[in-house]
Every structure is written in structure tokens, then in C-alpha cells.
């Protein structure tokens, strides 16, 4: 028994070289199947998205469709109206949310009212 325990280690490794060289094509081919099929579900789950979205758009648009009046106006206004409805401000002047021109102090940067 001088050589027993060098002769198990051996054992097992050429035992463990044996089973590799077997089964790891086997287990090469599956992650490839694997991958494969990952990127089938993948395409197949955005095809599905990209429809879902087609659908709620194509649902939105006829909606938005039909409460369009039956018939729009020939012709667009030429001119602006003189003021706006309920406001009582002119579309010139901007309305509330126009830029104004602010005061500028030394630095030249303008100021905030």
C-alpha cells in the first residue's frame, strides 16, 4: 500500500477526465439549445409588445376620430382674434405666460421680480 493514496488521486482524476470528455459536449449543446431558445422568446415577446402598441394606438386614433365634428372648416382663420376667449388679453400680447422683459442689474444678468 505504499503507492494507494497517489494511486486513488490518479483514479479519480483520469475517472473525472473520462466523464468530462463525455458529457461535456452534451453540455455545451444545451446551452446552446438554451441560448437559442432565450432569443426566440425574446423575439417573439417584442413582436408581441410591438402589436399590443399598434393596438392601443390604432384604439386611440379611432377614438380620438370620432369625436372629431363630422365636418371642419374649409378655411383656417387668416388672422388671429382680437382677443382671447375669456381672457380679455390679445393673442399679441402673449397672455399671462409671455416672456417679459426684466430690468438688468450690474452684472448685466436679469433680475427676477
Not at 386611440?60 to 382680437?82: H, K, M, Q, S, T
Amino acid at each position: 500500500m505504499r503507492y494507494g493514496a497517489l494511486a486513488m488521486l490518479t483514479d479519480a482524476t483520469l475517472g473525472s477526465v473520462v466523464l468530462l470528455l463525455l458529457l461535456g459536449p452534451l453540455w455545451w449543446q444545451r446551452r446552446v439549445r438554451d441560448r437559442e431558445r432565450m432569443e426566440r422568446l425574446r423575439r417573439a415577446d417584442a413582436e408581441q409588445e410591438r402589436r399590443e402598441q399598434e393596438s392601443l394606438l390604432a384604439e386611440l386614433l379611432a377614438e380620438l376620430l370620432a369625436e372629431l365634428p363630422a365636418e371642419l372648416p374649409a378655411e383656417l382663420p387668416a388672422e388671429l382674434p382680437a382677443e382671447l376667449p375669456g381672457t380679455g388679453e390679445s393673442p399679441a400680447d402673449g397672455g399671462e405666460d409671455a416672456p417679459r422683459d426684466r430690468p438688468q442689474d450690474a452684472s448685466g444678468r436679469k433680475q427676477n421680480e
